[in-house]
């Protein structure tokens, strides 16, 4: 098994930056694509990007594709969610999430993540 533990939300102004982390123990991450998920109260929890195993492969959600970027360090066993250009609209409670039936690329399903973290709660003010 593995567990994940979120760091890095809080409250930004729109326009700002924050930087989300993802460590993970149990198990060597080098065997999971990475995804980060998010959900707004009353929303469902909806996809915001994946990377593969290698880091050679990422997919992101059109709400935020050139305003976020995800990466991984597997020999720190972290995967980060870089956030820019914070809109209000990105406010939710961000999740990362661990697969490990995907070999190659990413999934955006989170019905195929096996392993979730507990949260990181975003919020960004007008």
């Known amino acids: 098994q593995v567990q994940l533990v979120e760091s890095g939300g809080g409250l930004v102004q729109a326009g700002g930056s924050l930087r989300l982390s993802c460590a993970a123990s149990?198990?060597?991450?080098?065997?999971?694509?990475m995804g980060w998920f998010r959900q707004a109260p009353g929303k469902e929890r909806e996809f915001v990007a994946a990377?593969?195993?290698?880091?050679?492969?990422?997919v992101y959600a059109d709400s935020v594709k050139g305003r976020f970027t995800i990466s991984r360090d597997n020999a720190k066993n972290t995967v980060y969610l870089q956030m820019d250009s914070l809109k209000t609209e990105d406010t939710a409670v961000y999740y990362c999430?661990?697969?490990?039936?995907?070999?190659?690329?990413?999934?955006?399903?989170?019905?195929?993540?096996?392993?979730w973290g507990q949260g990181t709660q975003v919020t960004v003010s007008s």
């Open positions: 149990g198990r060597t991450l080098n065997w999971y694509a």
């Open positions: 999430a661990a697969d490990h039936d995907t070999p190659v690329g990413a999934s955006i399903s989170r019905y195929v993540y096996d392993y």
């Open positions: 990377i593969s195993r290698s880091g050679g492969s990422r």
